[in-house]
């Protein structure tokens, strides 16, 4: 009989048992004895000296812990890239709803009013909100040229390309902040002890980054350090960075008041004063021959990052290494900065710097293909990188795909055509219809370098009653690492996959498989355990106790006679890099991810001119993410990462006054319901990788890239008028429709020669 | 120091068929109540302010944000939560179809998400899916984009007129 692959199937959710019944505990249901509640008193101001804090009347501050950062035992820095991120303000803020002061009480109900009751006096110091007065320096907010980091890409030559250019096209395009909105909010628990130190449990996606920045706070050594991941109710980037402050803050109450303390935030305060994605502009200026061709160009690629540094360098090397799409170029040049401003810092959110590079390039296409006059189709078949190409960064592209044929897919798939010509000829005057594609690529795992500093190390383990046990950091999120790591440690031990379980992330039981980022976990981690579980085998294979064939009986009876006869059975398996991976950091040059997903997305949509709202009718997904591991997850993936992506199009704005969100509540930030979403059409493509567990490339992120830009393209064509930035809401298009008469509304940002 | 405990109050409600008596002030949440005086952590707080649907229960029949309802008005009600469900054939069906079809993923918002559905399925066991649509639209999910929620339905009304 032939033997049935779990990879590949629908396995169930490991821990979906849990979730549908209401048992799965997240940080909040927990509770240990003698528990205080924390708050936090935060900048009101967006930038300031510190003058004066003043505890209010009518408070009985004696009952209450208070911790400043005078109490902070380590270093006064939330440890990532630069330190430059303080645990509490001393002296200055430099974002509103900077963390100053921290308050504990047993009663949580009190905590708001004594939160109220402080007040801070400041001398005022001159701010900075937007990316223009950053860069032009209209006040010097951080070193001494407010710039974050900058990157150059340089491939050909580019300055050679304007002279046969028949075309010379030019654009400018710009995203907004998103707000994350995992429905669960930040939340930690900590607790303190002389002998053993520091303890948490928490919220959080990144159990070893939490780690670390304990590690600085507290000033102790790495085995005095404990993270404990809960269930987590949805990160999506919004829990990578942000949870080490929480932990650090609950900790620093913990170890004041001697007694375990739990931190959760509301929503207004998670939406106001946690990360969100990166605000960018982009500007594309290109040479194109008479026949459609990119013969090269200069992209111009700038984030905000907010007050301080975090992680703004890696998400702006991202979206660098993504701004020319999916497409060849001879010749590039990409200059990129992240820059700062007095907003809460801006951090990791799906895509992480990608969708803002990818909303400009797949809308720049649009625009060549209306000067160049061939459809929005034809203008991105005839400049796919095809195997062999290179990409901006000069990566050979190695993989067997074939953009031309996923994008033929997409158009019969989403009946492009017809319905193109359909809505061309019978576009009403107050309902217009629109199609719009988007063709991208999504590097999986750690860019260029990233992956070899990781060196990221798993563990599969035999119990004592013959089962399996994974053990990895890498969190379950929503996404699905319990139950993807636990098919390939069945798969490749030939085992029934529910003797196989995942060991809760904790720091002193799971070793550091890296960060749950970067679509990484089931290509680079997935590998990594798919290598310990054959380590696993081939050590009771070489000891005697099992043979080269064997049923689930036999190994669960070796595991047993292993562990009786001589202890621990646990293989570990550690990441080296593969020999064709070169990456040269100083030029950015060279293999900037093992391996790429590809993707296109066609969006239908209808404009309604009474209201100027913007409805998805279709939306058609089509990616080659390699082997799909199992097809109920992966398809929740994108889904779910085209839903965020619709509501980044048109519907999430983040309303800033003097650097603070304004909308900081779901009844005015508003992300998609269930009633707002077309059907989400979900289709695999699988052309082979061979980097991944077997074969799989990265997911995650993917799905976020294409909707925006394929959504406002297809706005584009429905009532044509350009729209170069998200998210586009009825305001927008209502001031563009006004004033859509005005003959050189549209060609004031091209040449044609 | 609560100085609250004279504005205390006693209230009488069945929960998930179970007489409770809860000491409380009147105008504290019924989420909390749930959650932190009987202990049933399932049901979830998402916004606060009865926009999300995390902490949707079923008060007598009825599908109520708890974040919204002071335990003043509940009192007297009969309230089922996620706890509860399972033990009849219908909710159970919707609980294995939620797991099966991929309708929870970082399960936040699944206990709710499972109510306002079971609230539907209750009252029309084969809805269309634009009823689905509707009968969700005050429950927020981050994860899934409904699609694979919508069809989780649809298999569980199936499930249970079969």
Redesign the interface.
Known sequence: MEKEHIIGS?A??K????????????I??INLPNMLYGATVRSKVPRGRIKKITFGPDI?WN?FIIVSAKDIPGKNCIALIENDQPCLASEVVNHAEEPILLLAHP?KH?LPKAVEAISIEYEPLPPVFNIADSEHLTHVIWGDDNIFKTYLIEKGEVDAVWEEAAFIVEGEYFTGAQE??????NGMIAQFDPHHGVTVWGSLQCPYYVHKALMAVFDLPEEKVRVVQA??????GGKEEYPSIIAAHAALLAMKAGKPVKIIY??LEDMAATTKRHPSRTRHRTAVSKDGKILGGEIEFTIDGGAYLTLSPVVLSRGTIHAGGPYYWPSVRVRAKAVATNAPPHGAFRGFGAPQSIFAIERHMDRIAEIVKLSPAEIRRRNFLEPGETTITDQVVREDIDLGKLLDRALVLSDYDSKRQHSAKNNGTKRKKGMGIAAFLHGAGFTGSGERYLSSVVGVEGTSNGRVRVLVSSTE????TNTILCQVAAEELGVPYADVEIAQPDTTEVPNSGPTVASRTAMVVGKLVASAAVGLKQTLISCGMLGASYTAEEFRMACQEYISTRGQLRSLARYEQPKDVFWDDQNYRGEAYAAFAWAVYIAEVTVDLAAYAVSVDDFVALQEVGKVLNP??A??QI??????GIGFALYEKVEWRDGRMQNA???NYI?P???D?P??R?FFEEMGNAHGAYGAKGIGELPMDGPAPAIVNAVVDALGIPFDSIPLLPESIFEAVSVAHEPEAISSSERVR | MTGKEHDKGTFSLTVNGEPKTVLAHPMERLLDVLREHLGLTGTKEGCGEGECGACAVLMDGALVDSCLVPVLQANGSSIVTIEKLGGDRSSSALQQAFLECGGAQCGICTPGMILAAKHLLDRKPTPTLEEIREALSGNLCRCTGYTQIFEAVVEAGRRQVL
């Open positions: 629908a169930p959710r821990e979906g048992r849990d979730k549908v019944t209401g048992k799965a505990r997240y909040d249901d009985p009952e009663q009190l994350q909105l995992y429905i669960e909010t269930e987590t109710g949805g990160a999506f509301d929503r999120i929503g996404q699905g109920v997850l398809k929740g889904a779910g990462g085209v839903a965020q509540q779901m009844t992300m319901t269930s009633a979403l059907a989400i979900v």
